[in-house]
């Protein structure tokens, strides 16, 4: 399991968190190896190099939306994490 951090700070009762991967929203319900949680973070269960690619984390409030872009980087039983946070 790999996880995927949004470091984006703010009261988390006003905020509201979507990830997208490939520019496509994650859809946790439809597949059950994506979890996000109520701190933003995304996790992937059995992760493999096919999950490769560039992941956003999108938090909304009612002042606005900011996001993070993540890249995540499968190799082998190996994974590397790098964010950059974008202002919106």
Same mark, same amino acid.
């Given at each position: ?37 109520? $701190? /933003?973070?995304? %996790?992937?269960?059995?992760? +493999? ?7 956003? #984390?999108?938090?909304? $409030? /009612?002042?606005? %939306?900011?996001?993070?872009? +993540? ?7 190996? #994974? ?9």
């Amino acid at each position: 399991m790999v996880q995927l951090p949004c470091p984006i700070e703010a009261d988390p009762d006003t905020l509201f968190f979507e990830w997208y991967r490939d520019r496509e929203p994650l859809d946790a319900f439809a597949d059950e190896r994506y979890r996000i949680q109520s $701190n /933003g973070i995304l %996790k992937i269960k059995s992760v +493999v190099p096919e999950d490769t690619g560039l992941y956003v #984390c999108r938090a909304v $409030n /009612g002042f606005g %939306k900011a996001d993070v872009n +993540v890249t995540l980087i499968v190799l082998g039983m190996y #994974c590397l994490v790098d964010t950059f946070f974008l202002h919106t």
